[in-house]
């Protein structure tokens, strides 16, 4: 048993679809999130950039002494390996193992879709990784450069990013897919709008979720979950503004987000 709490990070919004699904399968652990606002978004950077950004949202979680680090992250976790992250001190999750593991229990037909960021997509983790496991399966990965300033301005389910979504969704659709990977962890906050486009015959793979049931087997396996079944809290940071950020967790998680810190980038 281990009370500290589980830190979290990402660029913004994203990694609260990780937290979405922590506060309903470990309702009594606390968290601690970082939304990393004033370097997002994460998709369109160099991999070297990707390293200071992870290194210092570790830092930051770490000073405030947590038990188990997470990268909410797709764009992280498919540029910076665990390996390369020197100044880890704690158990460290990424979204690429549990994200590939639960695409290939879903797909039946072995053909399988990526949407992700455009880092995302050119590092090819996730395809990597899928092709190790399954050498049978065959897929087509497309980077979508605009739906996390569409997400982080609010545009979670309009005409704006309907019509984004259609673009980019339209070569996967003729490619023919029946499991669809939302390999970057802002794209489960716009799922309905991904799922109407793509019809009930495709399964989609929320990276976010995933996330946490890596957490959840991570902490279980390490004897470290909270000894409180419920009644965890949860603290949310961010390095720039917070207006988008609490008006996109209130409608997504259904909650006020409360952001407690402002931070004036990640150094306070
Ligand atoms: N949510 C992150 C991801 O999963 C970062 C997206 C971004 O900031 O571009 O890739």
């Given at each position: 048993m281990n009370n500290k709490a589980i830190g979290i990070f990402d660029?913004?919004?994203?990694?609260l679809s990780c937290v979405k699904e922590l506060l309903h399968c470990l309702p009594g652990e606390d968290i601690k999130y970082l939304g990393d606002t004033l370097r997002?978004?994460?998709?369109?950077?160099t991999i070297d950039q990707l390293h200071q950004c992870a290194k210092d949202n570790v830092d930051f979680l770490q000073r405030r002494d947590v038990k188990l680090i997470a990268a909410a992250c797709g764009t992280v976790s498919s540029n910076v390996p665990?390996?390369?992250?020197?100044?880890?001190a704690v158990p460290f999750v990424d979204v690429i193992k549990p994200t590939v593991n639960a695409a290939l229990k879903a797909t039946k037909t072995k053909r399988i879709g990526i949407v992700a960021t455009p880092a995302t997509v050119k590092a090819n983790s996730m395809g990597k990784r899928l092709k190790e496991m399954d050498s049978s399966v065959e897929i087509i990965s497309v980077g979508c450069t605009d739906f996390v300033p569409l997400i982080e301005s609010g545009h979670i389910d309009d005409d704006i990013i309907r019509q984004s979504a259609e673009g980019y969704l339209a070569q996967i659709k003729k490619f023919g897919v029946d499991t669809l990977i939302?390999?970057?962890?802002?794209y489960p906050i716009i799922s309905k709008v991904i799922g109407e486009i793509m019809g009930s015959g495709v399964t989609l793979i929320d990276s976010g979720r995933e996330t946490a049931v890596g957490i959840k087997m991570t902490l279980e396996k390490l004897g470290l979950l909270n000894a409180r079944e419920k009644g965890g809290s949860t603290e949310y940071f961010v390095t720039n503004n917070t207006d988008a950020f609490d008006s996109v967790a209130k409608v997504f998680?259904?909650?006020?987000?409360?952001?407690k810190s402002i931070l004036k980038g990640i150094e306070e």
């Open positions: 660029s913004g919004v994203g990694g997002m978004p994460y998709g369109v950077k665990k390996e390369n992250m020197d100044n880890l939302l390999g970057c962890t802002h998680l259904g909650e006020d987000a409360h952001v």
